[in-house]
């Protein structure tokens, strides 16, 4: 079995592309966030989605700049928790859109990602408790610089008669300090007023930034995702077998345009290596299934046994290189590390060229050893494999001929010597 958070993943990934339910209800709650900030939208469900928010907070809406606080977001009904969850989690993807002064001081720094010590989110029940949650209620000005007002913090603690300890507040004003972006700093040393009381968020990917209410579910998805996708446990064996290699690249030429479901899923699973070999089916039925390779009878058949070294496979692969030569074209360079190119193609680099004919080829190659392989284990049935994949690879190229006819000529006519158009419109293969 592959597991279902490798599944999820891109098909570059190693994955399919399945759809989580659970981050795709995540997306949708958070761009309802991201509807309810936005300021030209009025709708009377954002004053029912005020009302939870301003419960951990003096302004509502500038809630959202922090994590929701456990103890209070455990009471609200099911929908609204499951949108604050969800917004916790986009959260540390975004940063403060900060336009005036007035949006810098009512920031809140506890709690929140963008304001941490030691890679943690500042927490203080004390702070807390006397309602010091944020910049303007703890920090002051001196020049050009927002900087922690240690007398300003005290006098509010001992004012609320919270309990607290001086050094641990002070190590809280530090980081605090330090959290303070030098833009943030300007703002206020210039003495701005505010003239835009909304929220805002912005989402930077490289040198694109966009707004909050402007982020297309799919992108909201697609980054939420990266943190329950797992890498495929197969890529350490294949890095043991092939150390010189990068095995993250074993997935970039997986999903071939016009490929069948049957190649394809030979190709998926033996890039997972969840083919059960002859030993690992002699453990689970002792009657049934022998150790000894079925093919060649000569060893024991484990994984690599199946689809690199078995001895009746070495001729065919031979044959399949040879086959790439004369009617791909393909070059020795291309094949010279060739228990590489066997089992995983030609890296695709740029448009045209004939990699795409040359991976195509090699998957029903693949195919055709499996099916072989499992012809003799399950039937014990002896096939010529290079008939098998001639045959199978000549089904294919006429059903590509017969319903897609441009794409046939383009990628098969024109730049392989593998078959042509006969005089009364069939096909004429040259193998």
Known sequence: MIARKTLIAKKREGGLDLIDISATRDALRVKLIGRFLDSKRQHPWKDTLAGPLAKYGERSSYNLYAFSPRNVTGGFPGFYREVLEAWDKFLPHLRPDVEYKEHVIRLPFLNSPFFSHKGRPLVSKALREAGLTTQGGVCGR???CLFFDKNKTLTG?????????????MDLGMSITQGVEKSWRTLTSRGMLMQDDAVKFLLCQGAKSTSLPQIKTKVIYDILIQKLIKRPAAELRWAAIFPTKTVTSIWCNLAIPFLSHA?????????HRRYYSSIVLHQIHKLKFQRLCPVCGLEDEDFEHLILRCGALSGFKTYVC????????????????????????????????ITM?????????????VLRRNYALFENKKVNVKELFKNLLKAHLGLLHACREEVFTELFISRTALCKVG???GLVFNF
Request: some cysteine; hydrophobic content about 40%.
């Open 322 to 353: 040879q086959f790439l030569k004369t009617g791909c074209g393909a070059t020795a360079a291309q094949l010279a590390e060739w228990d590489w190119v066997w089992l995983f193609g030609l890296l695709r680099q740029g448009r045209g060229g």
């Open 423 to 425: 005089e009364g419109g």
């Open 263 to 271: 190649v394809f899923n030979t190709d998926f699973k033996l890039r």
């Open 142 to 144: 001196g020049g050009d």
């Open 157 to 169: 603690l001992k004012r609320a008669g919270g309990v607290f300890k001086t050094k641990q507040i």
């Open 357 to 369: 004919q040359v991976n195509t080829l090699l998957s029903f190659a693949r195919h055709a050893a």
